[in-house]
């Protein structure tokens, strides 16, 4: 399995309050991307990254930043959250360009009440 | 719009018996496609792929047919096991446009 790892795992928060969240790998893969996932929806793409310090948009980025200050380290942040945003996120790498073949981390569930 | 399609939300399935499992796409652009397996609490992972210039690829017990003409794409699970039972999505993917679409996924469960 790849490393990938995601923090918190499990978060409730409240509408208006910021969140982080975290992912983490050991892969030294170049390319890790921040995926929700909703009923209905499938996974769609927020972010992603294509080395430190450069990242772009997805599909459904309104709402969120991201910060990629280390090869390892993928951040992503509702500055005000808002129901909306009550998801499961998913972090995912990959080495090449085109997606293709992205490795998924364990996903964190995130409840804006 | 949902450009990837899984039109399925489930199917259950006889242990021993061939699962099939079906995805339609709207973008003719589309030139890679991906099936991804999701077990509860975890993160999805990679099964199978097909490029657009191939109608077929086979992996073991898993087998993906692409048509595209039809803009349709199909998993094979032979035979099917209840550790197969689990969400598979299917997605596409455009050469250069680094975002993978997903579909909504299905339910596949495996009965002993």
């Known amino acids: 399995d790849a490393g990938i790892t995601q923090s918190p795992r499990h978060k409730v928060t409240e509408t208006g309050t910021p969140v982080t969240l975290r992912c983490h790998q050991t892969?030294?893969?170049?390319?890790m991307y921040w995926y929700r996932q909703d009923p209905g929806h499938g996974l769609r793409l927020i972010h992603y990254s294509y080395g430190v310090k450069d990242t772009d948009k997805g599909e459904v980025s309104d709402g969120y930043s991201v910060s990629r200050s280390k090869t390892e380290d993928f951040l992503l942040t509702l500055e005000s959250a808002t129901s909306s945003q009550t998801s499961v996120y998913f972090c995912?790498?990959?080495?090449?360009?085109?997606?293709?073949?992205?490795?998924f981390g364990p996903g964190t569930r995130l409840t804006v009440t | 719009d949902q450009q990837v399609k899984q039109n399925s939300p489930s199917l259950s399935v006889q242990e021993g018996r061939i699962s099939i499992l079906n995805c339609d796409y709207t973008n003719s652009m589309f030139d890679y496609f991906l099936w991804y397996k999701k077990y509860p609490a975890e993160g999805p992972t990679f099964l199978i792929s097909i490029s657009s210039i191939k109608d077929k690829n086979e992996d073991g017990r898993f087998t993906v047919f692409l048509n595209k003409s039809a803009k349709h794409l199909s998993l094979h699970i032979v035979p099917s096991q209840p550790g197969d039972s689990a969400v598979y999505f299917c997605?596409?993917?455009?050469?250069?446009?680094?975002?993978?679409?997903f579909g909504t996924g299905t339910r596949l469960t495996v009965i002993p």
């Open positions: 997605a596409a993917d455009q050469t250069g446009a680094n975002n993978l679409f």
């Open positions: 892969e030294n893969h170049r390319y």
């Open positions: 995912a790498i990959s080495e090449l360009l085109d997606s293709y073949e992205q490795y």
